[in-house]
């Protein structure tokens, strides 16, 4: 009987023994589908990359995109492409069914509030003048802080005029938020109101309209 000790095998060692450009074009498949399916946020292509070690090429990636995409047509769930990247999510004709399940809250929005998100969205980047300037009225401070803490704008820079005052814009979590990809995808105007109202499941964003006062002319 021989006294030489047992080698123990691990199971992945034929799997580390080869490089991830080695693996079958299913298995890389199965990996980004398991990403996708288990993450909290959209996954972009820079990131999937990661699960390979940047081995796997973009390219290859987005082929398995698009095989998943296809793979899910005919199921409750769609892999949707949205500006911060791609994740599963229920589609529209199912959402009446899992409504029973978790009824969602019906977010309430001042008009003030929906007011300066479009005119950020749609005339952007603007400064807090050029808002209160289409507005008629002054904006209240706390809105685009809490715009800003929401993730749906930011500061993107300066307006190169005395004062150098901050130029606002909407950033990609907006987007994401609202199942689009990118700013042209956006509906008409006066439509944006009753999307955000309607599709966006986050919590009321609340301000004193009666703190609002009409912009006196010779200040501005």
């Known amino acids: 009987m021989s006294n030489?000790?047992?080698?123990?095998t691990d199971s992945?060692?034929?799997?580390?023994?080869?490089?991830?450009?080695?693996?079958?074009?299913?298995?890389?498949?199965?990996?980004?589908?398991?990403?996708?399916?288990?993450?909290?946020?959209?996954?972009?292509v820079s990131l999937l990359k990661r699960l390979f070690e940047n081995q796997i090429g973009a390219k290859?990636?987005?082929?398995?995109?698009?095989?998943?995409?296809?793979?899910?047509?005919?199921?409750?769930v769609?892999?949707?492409?949205?500006?911060d990247g791609w994740r599963f999510q229920a589609k529209v004709e199912m959402q009446s069914f899992l409504n029973r399940l978790n009824p969602p809250r019906v977010p309430r929005y001042s008009?003030?509030?929906?007011?300066?998100?479009?005119?950020?969205?749609?005339?952007?980047?603007?400064?807090?003048?050029?808002i209160e300037e289409i507005r008629g009225i002054s904006v209240s401070s706390s809105i685009l802080k809490a715009l800003i803490a929401r993730g749906w704008i930011d500061q993107v820079g300066h307006r190169n005029v005395p004062g150098r005052p901050a130029l606002f814009a909407t950033t990609h979590q907006y987007l994401s938020d609202l199942g689009l990809c990118s700013l042209d995808e956006l509906p008409p105007l006066e439509e944006l109101g009753t999307l955000v109202e309607h599709d966006v499941d986050i919590s009321p964003i609340h301000d004193d309209e009666s703190s609002t006062e009409p912009i006196n002319e010779k200040t501005k």
């Open 4 to 8: 030489q000790p047992v080698m123990q």
């Open 12 to 44: 992945t060692d034929e799997n580390s023994a080869l490089t991830f450009n080695d693996w079958e074009p299913e298995k890389i498949k199965r990996v980004v589908e398991a990403a996708l399916l288990t993450a909290q946020e959209p996954l972009s």
């Open 60 to 76: 290859q990636i987005t082929q398995c995109l698009n095989e998943i995409n296809e793979e899910w047509l005919n199921k409750g």
């Open 78 to 83: 769609e892999l949707k492409q949205v500006a």
């Open 111 to 130: 008009r003030a509030v929906l007011e300066t998100l479009a005119i950020i969205t749609y005339h952007q980047p603007v400064t807090r003048g050029d």
